[in-house]
């Protein structure tokens, strides 16, 4: 690797790590239900917290004029205020810290000509994809504003995803700078990272919805759902298809399913990866592992009534798992 290279690929290593941190933050930021404490948004100004009593009961008496202090934080003392006001502070100035370290050395390395033309323009698109972010991350937080103080978890599936996408994306150019071997796998293998990768699309959308929805805080037993293999309460609403993103039984049935299928199916791919280069199979096994250890948290998660310390590695964990598959994804080059 050049040592133009090697600047680059620890400059977007440092990204990707940063990306990470903002990801697990987002989490807490939800669990400690800290997202609706700042009722505006100034891309700018917004840099600067409250300073002094004044400002700070100036910020306070404007949260209050909305329905999640009204209908759940009434009586709420301006100190409990500002607990949950720095952690939305705090993720939203993650935020524009990773527009700094990501925007300002890629000028001065474009500048440098230490960047390859090609890699540029994908870079620019990256650094959009980042701004695209900020604004959902407000319009998600613009649904929690209104009668009911809870943000879309719609939105909130868009947000996560977004933000795993574009992590996604920036490990995937960190490997071809770092010229990670590639080997040539069978269809049959390609097939099952596929289906893993579709699969694990689908969790991470349905972790967002129960998350979204605080169906986590129901049906607190597994594999049966307080008896049952599934909730009476899954198929309650009418027209039924709107069970599948409304209802949060529903959602934390599929959620918790779909891991299982999501499981087995890897190991499928990891029995079908033995006979290939013992790299690709050390990335099945890793891949396993780590999720493994993801539905044991699931399953914990659930158990324990969703505690902010669980909940958040669970995230970290899906972060790691969703790393893993685009490593395989990057390094599976099929036989032509």
């Known amino acids: 690797m050049s040592k ?49 009593e004044d400002a ?13 202090y009204q209908k759940v934080n ?15 502070y705090g993720h939203r100035l993650l935020g524009r810290i990773i527009g700094l370290i990501f925007f300002v050395p890629l000028l001065v390395l474009i500048s440098l000509k230490m960047i390859s033309r090609k890699l540029v323009p994908k870079l620019f698109v990256a650094f959009i994809l ?4 900020g604004l959902l991350g407000w319009y998600m937080v613009k649904s929690g504003l209104v009668d009911i103080p809870r943000v879309s978890h ?26 990670v071997d590639k080997e040539s796998v069978s269809n049959q293998i390609r097939r099952w990272l596929v289906i893993v990768t579709v ?26 759902m307080n008896g049952s293999f599934m909730a009476e309460a899954a198929t309650m609403m009418s027209p039924v298809w709107l069970n599948f993103t409304e ?3 529903m959602v934390q049935f599929i959620h918790r399913w779909v891991a299982v299928l999501l499981f087995f199916v890897s190991i499928a791919g990891f029995i079908t990866a033995k006979n290939n280069s013992p790299r690709l199979f050390a990335g099945w096994l890793v891949l396993l592992v780590v999720l493994a250890a993801q539905f044991g948290l699931g399953v ?28 395989l994804l990057y390094i599976s080059k099929p036989i032509r």
Request: proline share 4%; aromatic share 16%.
């Open 74 to 88: 009434k009586g709420m003392e301006l100190s409990e205020f500002k607990f949950i006001y720095y952690w939305e």
């Open 56 to 68: 700070w009961q100036d910020a306070f008496d404007a949260y209050k004029q909305y329905p999640e």
């Open 199 to 224: 699969l694990f699309g689908v969790q991470v959308t349905y972790g967002a919805f129960v998350a979204g929805l605080r169906a986590g805080l129901g049906f607190n037993t597994f594999p049966l």
């Open 154 to 179: 719609f939105r909130l599936a868009a947000h996560l995803l977004l933000a795993m996408f574009l992590l996604a994306y920036l490990f995937w150019f960190l490997l071809d700078i770092c010229q």
């Open 300 to 327: 914990a998660t659930l158990l324990f009534y969703v505690p902010i310390s669980l909940a958040s590695i669970h995230q970290a964990v899906a972060v790691v798992v969703m790393l893993v598959i685009v490593y």
């Open 4 to 52: 133009a290279d090697r600047a680059v690929a620890y400059w977007l290593a440092s990204v990707c790590v940063v990306v990470f941190c903002m990801i697990v933050i987002g989490g807490v930021t939800r669990l400690t239900h800290s997202g609706l404490s700042m009722v505006d948004w100034k891309p700018i100004l917004g840099a600067i917290p409250p300073i002094g």
């Open 130 to 133: 980042g701004g695209l972010q």
């Open 247 to 249: 209802n949060g039984a």
